[in-house]
């Protein structure tokens, strides 16, 4: 397993390894829960309120994932969501 240090700002750096299994980038948002003595890092999608565009195509992705799935769990749900908004970003870059 991996070991980090705390730096300057209480700063730390991801080991490659799991910025490559979870697809992180630079500019993801870790969501950071203190859960019994560990320190857990979610992976979540933000979506700018103000930009009409994504929060259109944040719809209609949910409206196919509910067709498709329809009785998901919340956990696979939010997994194709991030899976999804990864690929456009993916597209735009």
């Given amino acids: 397993m991996p070991l980090v240090k705390i730096k300057d700002k209480y700063q730390v750096t991801l080991p490659a390894e799991v910025r490559r299994i979870l697809d992180l980038k630079v500019g993801d948002y870790l969501e950071v829960e203190a859960r019994d003595a560990a320190i857990v890092l979610k992976p979540k999608a933000v979506i700018d ?45």
Avoid: F, Y
């Avoid at 009409?52 to 799935?69: F, P, T």
């Fill in 49 to 93: 309120r103000g930009n009409k565009e994504s929060w259109e195509r944040l719809r209609e992705l949910l409206e196919r994932v509910h067709d498709q799935v329809g009785s998901a769990s919340e956990e696979e749900v939010e997994r194709d969501v991030l899976e999804a908004i990864r690929a456009v970003r993916k597209e735009r870059a």
